[in-house]
């Protein structure tokens, strides 16, 4: 049977998909795929670019890390296997056109809408959805907007808010016994070829924010927002305490 064959078996096939920090890979099983991570830099809706040599291998590394911590407290998700040192294997999903922002302190676009100070810890968990669509800029939507134009169904939904909220406890729990704040992160869902809804895409610097516990220092792509410096050591301060966690 195609699906027990070991991951690091898949033949890649054609590539099927190429966005601003990933290659997405056909393989010959229909069910799965292989993410390739590049070493690119985006920022501001692709306006702001830049490559950085090994940020493709520390952002697969972390990602395939965080997935499998996940994984042990039952987290359904599309990953499968890290390959190599860029790549990983993954069940092809249906990405839902959201995406889903868990915010415990404030900061970044949430303080420049509302104009609230940055760095307040908020009493809970707030969430935000965004509406997937680079020529619209990511729009902020409602519930009612993802049910109603038919992004995601009022069932689906309640699962995201659900998975969401215990990853984002988990996330907190791994972070916060690395000495790492786990400010806010973004979130992608996807659905399998037998409709099971799958968190999907990645977990990294490049989509959550970090501040170091004690010294506050920035340990995530804001590095590169806002051209605070050494954005690669940051991504490997990231792995290198994750990866001692697991020694
Ligand atoms: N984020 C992301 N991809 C996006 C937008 C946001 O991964 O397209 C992440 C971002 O890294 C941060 C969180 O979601 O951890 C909240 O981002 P925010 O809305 O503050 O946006 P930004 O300031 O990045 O524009």
Known sequence: MTSSKNSKDL????????????????TDDPNKTIIEYKDSF??????????????GRLNNLISSAVFEYLAGSDVPSHFIERIDENRQAA????????????RNITTGSLCKRLGVQEGIKLKRPLLEFYYKDD??????????????????TEEDLFQIKRMTMRVNDLLKNLFSSLGIVLVDFKLEFGK????????????????????DSSTGDRLDKDRFRKDLGDVLGAYEEIWRRLSERNK
């Open 11 to 26: 033949v890649q096939g054609d590539m099927i998909y190429e966005g601003k920090a990933k290659r997405l890979y056909a």
């Open 91 to 102: 069940v092809r999903v249906k990405i839902l056109p959201l995406e889903v922002v868990v």
């Open 192 to 211: 399998d070829g037998s409709g099971q809804l799958l968190l999907s895409d990645e977990i990294s610097p490049d989509t959550c924010r970090f501040w």
């Open 135 to 152: 020529a619209l800029g990511d729009p902020l939507v409602t519930e009612d907007h993802a049910i109603l134009f038919g992004w995601s």
């Open 42 to 55: 985006t920022a501001f809706n692709g306006e702001k670019r830049a490559e950085m040599s090994g940020k």
